[in-house]
């Protein structure tokens, strides 16, 4: 399925990725979901994570991305589009 996937979406919103996964599970749409959280990446060996350098100054830099197959892309975008 994900060889041709789509992005639908990518941002930082936990509450619009969490209503937008709901919505494809109750229109039966499957898709796989990505986070990313560049505060946990690593600067160099030896010198920790960005978080632990600079603190946290209560930000989230996580990323959320919704992926779903190319036949149920316009599908998903319809469903997800009428949420906005």
Same mark, same amino acid.
């Given at each position: 399925?994900?060889?041709?996937s789509r992005?639908?979406y990518?941002?930082?919103?936990?509450d619009?990725y969490d209503?937008?996964?709901?919505?494809?599970?109750s229109?039966?749409?499957?898709?796989?979901?990505?986070? %990313?959280?560049?505060?946990?990446k690593?600067? /160099?060996? $030896?010198?920790? !994570? *960005?978080?632990?350098?600079g603190?946290n100054?209560?930000?989230?830099?996580?990323?959320?991305?919704?992926l %779903?197959?190319?036949?149920d892309?316009?599908? /998903?975008m $319809?469903i997800? !589009? *009428?949420?906005k």
């Open positions: 399925m994900l060889f041709d992005t639908v990518l941002g930082a919103s936990r619009k209503q937008y996964c709901k919505a494809l599970d229109k039966k749409i499957k898709y796989k979901t990505k986070r %990313v959280n560049h505060e946990e690593m600067i /160099a060996p $030896g010198r920790g !994570t *960005a978080r632990s350098m603190g100054f209560g930000t989230d830099k996580t990323l959320y991305e919704i %779903v197959g190319e036949k892309y316009d599908n /998903a $319809g997800l !589009t *009428a949420l």
